[in-house]
Structures are given as structure tokens and as C-alpha cells.
């Protein structure tokens, strides 16, 4: 599975930003899809996912202004991140993972950067 994202860029806070995650491959359905992030001297985080079933979570510091969504018909994975604010800067990562199998096995993107000013 090939993952490309695209969508990011500079922002001022306050503001929004869609995120998308393009993927080849015609078994997409059968992942589970995630967001990741990671800012600069810390560990990457999740922060949004979603099932192949549908079903979605959030990391605290998103909920209610992040939300994640699938197109399966056109193997595209998105985030659509309101309010954004400063700490939301960081290279946001399009993930894609086989329900049950070891993470290893994980499937990346190259990551695109979201930056927030203030």
C-alpha cells in the first residue's frame, strides 16, 4: 500500500486546514486508517483514527475540532482540523494497519506539514 498525503501548509490560529490521504491499492477497505503527528523533539502521536468498520477516536487534544473520515470508493482517508491552534504544528502522517496484525507491518505516508502561527 502506497500512502500519499496531501493538504498541509501555514495557517493562523484559529483556522482550518483538510488534510488527505490518498492510497493504492484495492483492498483500502480492508484497513484501519489513522492520522499520526509528530512535532519537533517529541514522540509521534496519534491523533485521529478509523476503523474499516467505520468507527472513529481522538486524541483528547483534538476532539471536537478534528474529525476523520473515509471515502472507500476512492481510497482516500481525511482530516478535516478546525480551530487549529499552535501546538497543532507538527508533520501530520497518513497510516494504514491491518486490524490484528503486528504494527510492524504498518503501512506510511511521507508525512505533510502543518504549521500554526499565532
Known amino acids: 500500500v502506497r500512502l500519499v498525503e496531501s493538504g498541509g501548509g501555514l495557517v493562523q490560529a484559529g483556522g482550518s486546514l483538510r488534510l488527505s490521504c490518498a492510497a493504492s491499492?484495492?483492498?483500502?477497505?480492508?484497513?484501519?486508517m489513522g492520522w499520526y503527528r509528530q512535532a519537533p523533539g517529541k514522540q509521534r502521536e496519534l491523533v485521529a483514527g478509523i476503523t474499516r468498520g467505520g468507527s472513529t477516536n481522538y486524541a483528547d487534544s483534538v476532539k471536537g475540532r478534528f474529525a476523520i473520515s473515509r471515502d472507500n470508493t476512492k481510497n482516500t482517508v481525511a482530516l478535516q482540523m478546525n480551530s487549529l491552534k499552535p501546538e497543532d504544528t507538527a508533520v501530520y502522517y497518513c497510516?494504514?494497519?491491518?486490524?490484528?496484525?503486528?504494527?510492524?507491518?504498518?503501512?506510511w505516508g511521507q508525512g505533510t506539514q502543518v504549521t500554526v502561527s499565532s
Open positions: 497510516n494504514a494497519a491491518i486490524p490484528g496484525a503486528s504494527r510492524l507491518n504498518d503501512y
Open positions: 491499492g484495492s483492498i483500502f477497505r480492508l484497513y484501519d
